[in-house]
């Protein structure tokens, strides 16, 4: 049982350049979540999902698209990276049960923008 | 709205003496309380959790956290801390009636245990 895998692990890119972060769970979890890392201001939500086919706007959503097309899979895109998008990030899942289920989370993507 | 805040940025303890690890919050409505631990390039793994009832609550690896209302807060405890405790701890709150069972994180504390 894989849980949370996030791909890829690591990646640099240059200014304007676009990329997609690929999140996948197989615990069949209703809600997904794309959260960024960065020192001293803990986790943000990025986007996140509440089911297949449903996206929805977090704390810090702009620069970022996703997309939900099978309920195992949420992808995040970056269609023109910039240096303040340098950080770690992290996709959790959750498995619906009114309301109190704890996140469960991926191993994280580092991403550099030069 | 709801927000949550860490108030240390680290905390160092000896190995064996008890640990706390601060957390305020707050919220609209009734809170959802949470705590989360970080090891060194890892994801976050989940340690407890508040919803109702008693106000003391136990969790993974001899952690417990007590919830009081009316100081909002929910710190994180463990009677004798050991090295491998040393980590980055994050509290998050969700309030009851948001919608997504979106969590709000802390800042973080990193707890440092000394032999």
């Known amino acids: 049982n894989a849980g949370v895998t996030q791909t890829p692990k690591f990646r640099v890119l240059k200014t304007g350049q676009s990329m997609t972060l690929l999140c996948a769970q197989d615990m069949n979890h209703e809600y997904m979540y794309w959260y960024r890392q960065d020192p001293g201001m803990g986790l943000r939500l990025i986007h996140y999902s509440v089911g297949e086919g449903t996206t929805a706007k977090g704390e810090v959503p702009d620069g970022y698209n996703v997309s939900r097309l099978k309920k195992q899979n949420f992808l995040l895109g970056l269609e023109s990276a910039a240096p303040s998008q340098t950080s770690v990030y992290f996709c959790?899942?959750?498995?619906?049960?009114?309301?109190?289920?704890?996140?469960?989370f991926g191993e994280g993507s580092r991403l550099t923008v030069l | 709205a709801q927000s949550v805040a860490q108030p240390e940025d680290q905390v160092n303890v000896a190995e064996g003496n008890p640990l706390t690890v601060k957390c305020t919050y707050s919220v609209s409505g009734n809170p959802y309380l949470f705590w989360y631990v970080q090891y060194p390039n890892r994801g976050l793994q989940f340690l407890l959790k508040?919803?109702?009832?008693?106000?003391l609550v136990k969790g993974s690896y001899g952690f417990e956290a007590e919830f009081n209302k009316s100081q909002t807060s929910f710190h994180l405890k463990k009677p004798s801390a050991l090295v491998s405790d040393s980590a980055l701890y994050f509290c998050a709150v969700r309030d009851i009636q948001a919608a997504g069972n979106k969590l709000t994180f802390g800042g973080g504390t990193r707890v440092l245990v000394k032999p």
């Open positions: 959790a899942s959750t498995l619906w049960t009114g309301g109190v289920g704890e996140l469960f």
């Open positions: 508040y919803i109702t009832g008693d106000n």
